[in-house]
């Protein structure tokens, strides 16, 4: 069984940045791809972003291209999610997601999910 573990959130002011980290404990054999997603109260799940556990793909969402970069240390089992110019908009609880499918992205692809951590960005 695969446990994922967020940190990193907190509040921020518009423009500025955070660093989440999704760090895997027990056994990771089989995991492909890890992903982010966020929810903001009252909004739908929404993907964030993904990498294959190799480091070799990303795949970003419409609304976080160009802003946030996913990443991953495998001698650590963490996965990092960097983002810069963080707007209001970007206000949610987000979790990290972890597949043994090779190309996940919608939320029912994902095998294995995180507890979120909140990221709040003030106007």
């Known amino acids: 069984q695969v446990q994922l573990v967020e940190s990193g959130g907190g509040l921020v002011q518009a423009g500025g940045s955070l660093r989440l980290s999704c760090t895997a404990s027990r056994r990771t054999f089989g995991i492909y791809t890890v992903g982010w997603f966020r929810q903001a109260p009252g909004k739908e799940r929404e993907f964030v972003a993904r990498i294959t556990w190799s480091g070799n793909n990303t795949v970003y969402g419409d609304s976080v291209k160009g802003r946030f970069t996913i990443s991953n240390d495998n001698a650590k089992k963490t996965v990092y999610l960097l983002m810069n110019s963080l707007k209001p908009e970007d206000t949610a609880v987000y979790c990290c997601?972890?597949?043994?499918?090779?190309?996940?992205?919608?939320?029912?692809?994902?095998?294995?999910w995180g507890q979120g951590t909140q990221v709040t960005v003030s106007s």
């Open positions: 997601a972890a597949s043994v499918g090779a190309s996940a992205y919608y939320a029912y692809e994902y095998n294995y």
